[in-house]
């Protein structure tokens, strides 16, 4: 396992800071640097670092769900010998966003996206038949915390 | 639902591959998607406003900063609860998500669902203890799945045209 990354204390304001409310502005990373009492070219290498060490994912939206299309928790219940392959046949799919291993009989979950219901009743059917194993869909119905990102 | 039009939906898949690390991130994004910078901007705050961009900015990668100890618990509790359940569970400052799902019974009981990351999982575990008694929640049916293992972490792509729009 890689170790885990530590973070400047500049790195740390700004991704404390920019998790939300990005500047809707022509030169943000200006506007940011502005706000942090930094360079624009000081935040894009930042940023451009923080990418290139894996702890930035991108800068982008956090969409909702079912707004832009149609999406679903699944999961498949895998023989532990098999686990890693049947990951990597789930993974190798296009709709599929998250992929993790988790502790329990159900030990493969994953997220699917599509255009809608139909495409992903489709694609959990395309991993069934290419697995030999029964995916059960999660589909959500409310959520009660907003995803407004994470102290660190 | 709020309708999305298709130069949206272009600029969302342009964007789940991320804002550029330029000066002018949106007139860059705007050039692919014949859309000046400022239709960009006014687009992506009009997303906002309507709430089907969430939030827009850095999106962290956890594991790397040694958050590996990710659960997911999970309850079966009674439908006409589950509102109540949940709101309570979303004011703990350490759940990171909650919400309720289906269920697909009879392989999976459980419709209540509470994220918690941390770096050291019995701190993790001794936070849901504390969901699981100051909630109320020990009777009710309940599992906590740790992840061991993370194979993909994207961006959602909402499939059709979205994908190949970059």
Not at chain 1, 20 to 45: H, S
Not at chain 2, 82 to 105: H, I, M, S, W
Request: one cysteine or more; aromatic letters at 6%; charged letters at 20%.
């Amino acid at each position: 396992m890689a170790p885990s990354q530590t973070l400047s204390r500049q790195e740390r304001e700004l991704l404390n800071r920019y998790q939300r409310d990005f500047p809707l502005q022509p030169r943000p990373y200006a506007a940011i640097a502005e706000a942090l009492g930094m360079r624009e070219d000081d935040v894009l290498t930042l940023l451009a670092g923080l990418r290139d060490r894996g702890v930035l994912g991108r800068v982008g939206a956090a969409v909702r769900p079912n707004s832009a299309g149609a999406s679903t928790l699944a999961a498949l219940a895998v023989p532990a010998t098999q686990l890693h392959a049947v990951a990597g046949q789930v993974s190798a799919m296009a709709a599929v966003n998250h992929n993790y291993a988790r502790e329990h009989e159900y030990n493969l979950w994953f997220v699917l996206t599509a255009a809608n219901d139909a495409e992903l009743d489709r694609t959990l059917a395309d991993i069934k038949a290419a697995t030999g194993l029964s995916p059960i869909k999660l589909p959500l119905e409310a959520e009660y915390h907003i995803d407004l990102g994470f102290p660190l | 639902m709020i309708e999305i039009d298709d130069k949206n939906h272009q600029l969302l898949a342009v964007l789940a591959d991320g804002l550029p690390l330029v000066p002018r991130p949106y007139a860059e994004i705007g050039g692919q998607l014949a859309l000046s910078e400022a239709e960009v901007i006014a687009r992506l705050r009009h997303l906002l406003e309507t709430g089907i961009i969430r939030r827009l900015g850095l999106i962290v990668r956890h594991h790397e900063l040694g958050y590996r100890a990710n659960a997911m618990a999970v309850w079966d509790v009674p439908d006409d609860a589950v509102d109540a359940l949940g709101a309570e569970l979303a004011d703990f400052p350490f759940v990171t998500l909650c919400y309720r799902r289906r269920r697909q019974l009879p392989h999976w009981p459980y419709n209540l669902f509470a994220m918690v990351h941390g770096k050291a999982r019995a701190r993790v575990l001794a936070q849901i203890g504390q969901l699981n008694d100051q909630v109320g929640l020990r009777q009710r049916p309940h599992q906590v799945l740790f992840s061991n293992k993370r194979y993909k972490q994207d961006a959602a792509r909402f499939g059709g045209g979205l994908a190949k729009a970059g």
